[in-house]
């Protein structure tokens, strides 16, 4: 969000309140490891052990270098006396007995999920050769691999059959986003999916007999002992079976990744609290424990001639059936370890956290990648101020005096405030030693004695330089702190926090005897204060035009009222007597205005003593200000800036210009710097640039930094209308600095420990010893090889956690150079040789009503129907290559030409546009979306209706607004939000079940309307299943509480401890934290690790889906359509019309 702040000035992102909007696990399951899984602890309530961190940062490096040669392994295979696993983000064979492995695989990107053939000739895996995760075969002794697949992306390999076809999990063959097992023949390329949904991983035990299964995917959470309706089971389905049946029903935890040997199921699950390896036969009984880790999880478990290989923490373990031992597998890699060379970040704005001005204007601080730098506005030296291995910086800003800095840095084990020379020369000192918790962005005072800043702890603080010392200014319970800025004498502190009824107020702090004093009320949303430099005033925004752009209450699509332009410009007068600066002249008050004042500014300009040396005037030799605030009467001394009402952010002045940040409601996230001259003479807004992400004014006013993309300018604080920031443009083409990929993964690591600690929700974590946990991880820092396998390693600490919303993804993953995508004519083909070419089996549907949403096949002038053959793809025969996505690589959103044959003969030319993979992936889901609908209608012949909500997020409401308004009038409802990935607007959609008839409008000709708009007045219903995720399911919960109806299908994920994403690490990855944890009126934790029970269980079975049945779906109308026979509810006829005729 573009953010603004003057140089002793903090902006604060636009809302402080409610918290971050929970998401669901498709956040981050798109990059989640299949069958990695975290170690397990239980412990004491955690305590904050700064000495303790801050040893262990030191200590981290010094254990890297003395275990060098070992790695970090994962996903290993097994196949007789050979092992092949991932190291490195490569594949590594290495004998049974261990010992030095050999690489098989060199390719930059990662490559993962082996496994070997039931020959032992050929290796299959899961690889990003030319970007999109695909399914590769190579041969095990070293060779070529050769591309199987071209799904687009999320292609796991799961292992081979009997008969040596690849086992795969895709999403390709699914309408729903639901994951399926396929067969892949590496002699045809043939695909073939098993005939079932839900199918995530598993082995046959004959060729073409049973297939033993894990139902359900990894639900996308870093957790333990996780009993929520995702928990994963395993089942089988016999050769001929109509249905397929469980076998592990009996624990509601996990039990995964089935393995068959000699008429046995091998599988891990965490039935002890702990995943380890257990057995039972082939009905699911004559259970046993064959392992017993109690301090870390089995991972990825794989079996061939009674052994497994798994992996315990980093390393890899054998255990062998026949005699009950398990053994360490040692292994050493042959490596260079050329991802833990010295890197050089090639376009640190990429990195860019915070950017400032320097008081003067001709230099700016960048913090980015954890490291400070300044820049200089034209010519001069681009300073590394910080080479710090292993320790973050934030928030870097210039001191009043322009040659010092002040930042926020972790290289004490907690984030303390530093001070840092501008030039670079000289060691940081330090300035706080009372961290026990996130530091968040701090404003230097303009005298440079004192920081003001707030923590995570939403404690407001002042730290004083001179006296060393901290003092504590006000508390936050309501959310936390908005915009703060200093006085120009520098004796008060404005800021902004919300009150108790969650509107922003504007306070005023004086430093001197501690006293509060609030400018604004809490009537209204306020933020944002600015003083003039003459301490007479304090401007800020306020939320005070409530003008709705919707008149009133007809229209589908909008029913209610919205403010386009909420915000108003305000200025108070700090003291009686002061004149408007905006009044315009009278004949008592001639000359008053800005432009009046440039003159006397010029003259006392000229009359100040020089600069120093080095071109900055001493803060002693500045124009003294004494500011007085008179507290009676202080908020009736109100004035509105004449400027129009908009949606702004942000605000700062120089005393002659207001400058603001100004958003749009089509675009929210792009914002226009605009600025107003300070005059009495009809004063108009001007846009200075747009699409800007941040601007701050320099200290004394003359100059304005300015972001927009990745350009970093300097302007005149005078600037024009659309000013040019290419003359102004700051040259950082040659900004490069090198990071040292270790030290930095150490600094992630125990930061990303330190912000779950942080953020959250529960104080004492679960119960959890958060200290023991990073004493017991820590070790394995020195093992990881490259980015993902630290990834691994965050995720087998934060799951100790044992709660939600507890994601890990992103970062600086080692990546190829060829990112080649794939593209999709939204179809499903099919290999017929006789026929010369691929045959088009389905194209696939979507709303008719949306013609931009339809397959490329199925556009209108395209001409391609079910049963024609695509013979040649821009003039390329497709039996002449692997398959025909080869033929459509790098071909999204470009024109292609198709010879396609009729099933009569008839061969033409058809031009289309294909698609990407994620609108290809979008398109599947739509038919399902259509063919729900459709079967609704159908079966209840009209008098159902039906609304499938893919999220809770805000573009999801455009899936209610398009669904319901066309149904609202229906007998009954049905509101599906299977596979609901969560969001934030369950309000929205319950506050539209809850409005009720209470009565109607009879015009003379026509059917009667009701009052309350298109309230829902028949019967309602609620889809729900294990994948329904977070803001989902407040929503069933919600309706269900609120007696709108009943819930049914399965027990949900159970999420519901709302997310954090804010704490992201220095590369842009994160363990994101579960922060606010959500209870009922009667004082018990909701939904949390549980899930929704639905009113009604009902279960979309493995077999019956694949073939098509949806039984919740039918289960639902059924009810519905009971509850019209038995409780209709028709409109009420209008009684009789009044005869009042004379002498009635």
């Known amino acids: 969000m573009p953010c603004a702040a003057g140089p002793t000035t903090r902006c604060a992102s636009r ?64 196949h007789g006396d050979t092992v092949v696993f991932t190291a490195e983000g490569d594949l590594w064979r290495v004998g049974i007995a261990g010992g030095t492995a050999q690489r098989l695989t060199t390719h930059a990107g990662q490559e993962t999920n082996a496994a070997i053939s039931p020959d032992g000739a050929s290796v299959a895996f899961s690889a990003q050769y030319e970007g999109p995760t ?75 007999g049973t297939l033993f299964f894990t139902r359900l995917p990894f639900q996308g959470s870093h957790t333990k002992r996780y009993r929520g309706g995702m928990a994963q089971q395993i089942w089988k389905l016999d050769a001929g079976a109509s249905e397929a049946v469980p076998l592990t029903g009996d624990y509601a935890g996990t039990s995964m990744t089935p393995m068959i040997w000699q008429h046995r199921v091998y599988f891990a699950s965490d039935r002890d609290g702990t995943m380890n390896l257990w057995s039972m036969d082939e009905t699911g009984k004559s259970l046993r424990q064959l392992t017993h880790s109690q301090g870390w999880d089995v991972a990825s478990p794989s079996l061939s001639d009674g052994r497994i290989v798994y992996q315990l923490g980093a390393d890899l373990h054998v255990f062998d059936v026949a005699t009950g031992k398990d053994a360490l597998l040692a292994v050493t890699l042959a490596s260079d370890l050329d991802q833990l060379r010295q890197k050089w970040v090639d376009k640190p704005i990429d990195y860019l956290t915070t950017a400032g001005v320097s008081p003067d204007g001709d230099r700016v601080v960048l913090t980015a990648r954890g490291q400070v730098f300044v820049a200089p506005a034209a010519q001069g030296r681009l300073v590394e101020v910080t080479r710090a291995p292993g320790v973050r910086y934030r928030h870097a800003h210039f001191m009043p005096d322009g040659t010092s800095l002040v930042a926020l840095s972790d290289e004490s084990g907690e984030v303390e405030w530093w001070r840092l020379a501008a030039n670079g020369i000289g060691k940081p000192e330090r300035l706080t030693h009372d961290g026990t918790v996130l530091r968040f962005d701090g404003v230097p005072s303009p005298d440079g004695t004192m920081i003001a800043y707030d923590d995570k702890d939403l404690v407001l603080w002042i730290y004083d330089l001179p006296a060393k010392r901290t003092l504590k200014v006000a508390t936050s319970p309501r959310g936390g702190f908005g915009a703060m800025a200093w006085s120009p004498d ?156 908009g949606d702004y952010g942000a605000l700062a002045t120089n005393g002659k210009r207001l400058f603001w940040l100004a958003y749009t409601a089509s675009q929210p996230r792009k914002a226009a710097l605009e600025a107003l001259d300070i005059t009495n003479k009809e004063p108009k807004p001007k846009t200075i640039v747009a699409d800007v992400k941040q601007f701050e004014l320099s200290a004394d006013g003359k100059k304005v930094m300015v972001r927009k993309g990745d350009d970093i300018a300097i302007l005149d604080a005078s600037a ?212 729900r609908r459709q079967r609704v209608e159908a079966s209840s012949q009209g008098r159902i209706g039906y609304v499938h909500l893919r999220a809770m997020g805000a573009r999801n409401y455009t899936e209610w607004a398009r669904e319901f308004y066309p149904v609202y009038d229906r007998a009954g409802l049905i509101v599906d939000v299977r596979h609901n990935r969560g969001g934030n607007i369950d309000s929205w959609i319950l506050e539209k079940l809850l409005r009720k008839a209470w009565f109607y409008w009879q015009p003379r000709i026509g059917q009667p309307y009701w009052n309350m708009q298109y309230a829902f007045r028949g019967h309602v219903v609620v889809l729900v299943d294990q994948r329904t995720a977070s803001d989902g399911e407040a929503f069933a919960e919600g309706f269900r509480r609120l007696g709108l109806g009943k819930v049914i299908g399965m027990r949900t994920w159970g999420g519901e401890i709302w997310l954090s994403s804010s704490n992201f690490l220095v590369d842009k990855g994160i363990a994101t934290a579960a922060e606010t944890g959500v209870y009922g009126p009667e004082g018990e934790w909701l939904i949390e690790g549980r899930g929704v029970e639905p009113d009604i269980v009902v279960d979309n079975l493995p077999a019956a889906t694949f073939r098509g049945g949806d039984a919740q779906l039918d289960a639902a109308v059924r009810y519905l359509e009971e509850q019209i026979r038995d409780h209709p509810a028709p409109v009420p006829p209008p009684p009789a019309y009044p005869d009042k005729g004379p002498g009635r």
């Open 490 to 645: 520098s004796r008060w502190l404005a800021y902004a926090v919300p009150a108790a009824n969650t509107f922003s107020t504007i306070r005023l702090f004086h430093v001197d005897d501690g006293a509060t004093v609030p400018l604004t009320g809490d009537r209204t949303n306020s933020d944002a204060p600015a003083w003039s430099p003459d301490g007479k005033w304090i401007y800020f925004l306020s939320d005070r035009n409530l003008q709705s752009a919707v008149a009133g209450p007809w229209g589908a699509y909008q029913p209610e009222p919205f403010f386009p332009s909420p915000t108003r410009l305000y200025a108070v007068a700090l003291a009686a007597g002061e004149r408007f600066p905006f009044a315009p002249a009278d004949e008592l008050h001639p000359g008053t205005s800005a432009d009046d004042k440039k003159a006397e500014d010029s003259k006392s300009e000229s009359g100040k003593p020089g600069p120093k040396p080095d071109g900055r005037t001493p803060a002693a030799e500045k124009t003294k200000v004494s500011v007085v605030i008179e507290a009676r009467g202080l908020q009736e001394r109100l004035f509105e800036v004449p400027a129009p009402a």
């Open 15 to 78: 809302g402080l309140y409610p918290p971050p909007p929970p998401m669901g696990p498709e956040v981050a399951a798109h990059t989640a490891e299949r069958g990695t899984i975290a170690p397990r602890h239980g412990g004491l309530a955690m305590k904050r052990v700064p000495v303790m961190v801050a040893a262990l940062v030191y200590l981290l490096p010094l254990v890297a270098g003395a275990q060098a040669p070992h790695g970090y392994y994962r996903f290993p295979a097994i």
């Open 720 to 931: 024009g209308e659309k000013a040019d920031l290419a003359e102004k443009k700051i040259d950082l083409s040659s900004w490069k600095f090198a990071i040292d990929p270790r030290e930095e993964w150490h600094q992630m690591f125990v930061e990303a420990w330190r912000l779950e600690r942080d953020y959250f929700y529960d104080r004492h974590m679960n119960g959890v010893d958060w200290p023991a946990m990073l004493k017991k991880y820590a070790p394995l820092v020195a093992r990881v090889t490259d980015r993902a396998e630290l990834s691994n390693l965050l995720g087998q600490m934060v799951s100790e956690l044992s709660a939600l919303h507890i994601f890990v993804y992103g970062g600086d993953v080692r990546e190829g150079r060829e990112a080649i995508e794939p593209a999709s004519l939204g179809a499903e083909l099919a290999r017929d040789g006789a026929a010369g070419g691929y045959r088009v089996a389905h194209i696939y549907r979507a709303d008719p009503d949306y013609p931009d949403t339809l397959s490329p096949l199925a556009r209108p002038g395209a001409d391609v129907h079910e049963g024609d053959v695509i013979e040649a793809i821009n003039g390329v025969a497709t039996l002449s290559v692997a398959h025909p996505a080869t033929l459509l690589r790098n071909q999204v959103g470009r024109q292609v030409i198709l010879r396609v044959k009729a099933p009569s003969g008839a061969a033409r030319d058809v031009i289309v546009t294909p698609i990407s993979p994620a609108r290809a992936d979008d398109l599947r889901y739509a038919e399902w979306e259509l063919t």
């Open 134 to 208: 695909e399914v590769y075969v190579m041969p095990l002794a070293g060779g070529l691999p050769t591309r199987l697949t071209y799904d687009g992306g999320q292609a796991v390999v799961v292992g081979w059959t009997p008969d040596g076809k690849v086992l795969y999990a895709t999403r390709q063959f699914s309408t729903l986003p639901e994951v399926q097992l396929v067969t892949a023949d590496p002699r045809t390329g043939a695909r073939a999916p098993a005939p079932l949904a839900q199918a995530s991983d598993g082995a046959y035990d004959t060729p073409g």
